[in-house]
């Protein structure tokens, strides 16, 4: 055998996996940069979740990326397929992950985001987004602070099962 084949054929192999996790990394939906936090014991202890104690808010993003600017990104996954459009309770999701981080680092995520099983969305966090965010969680608190509950807005016993307040709610469906 020739002795030049075989370190051609070991940058050849070499060449074929790069580009195979390049195209790995870019169907992943994650953005460029270092991963510095993941809600998983695969590569860490379990970390800590993000609190704000002004809003009594706390979370868990699936993963915080560190760009090559210095910004960090939430990312949250889905185990579905990507809709048209990102669902409005996942973008709001992805904006308390924004939020928890800017309260948590001192410094506002560009954007977030959310990640179906075959297509990423990009949220972004501006003053704006904020404030719509804030004042989604302002009219959640006044909404905790009735006497009366409002009434159920679906029929859908799956979601009754997941919610967090049917041990006292007298609209279960369960």
Known sequence: MKSWLIPVLLLGIALVLVLLALWFKKASGLPSGRLIYADTDQ?????????????????????????????????DFKSTPAPVQAYRAHVFQVLAYCYLLEQSYGQAPPYGVIRYQDKSFEVPYSEAEKERFLDLINQLRAVEACADVPSRSHGAVARCRGCGYQDICDQSLI
């Open 43 to 75: 590569l860490q202890a379990v970390p800590k979740p993000f609190f704000d104690s002004k809003l009594r808010l706390v979370g868990k993003p699936d993963y915080v990326m560190r760009l090559a600017s210095g910004e960090l990104v939430p990312v």
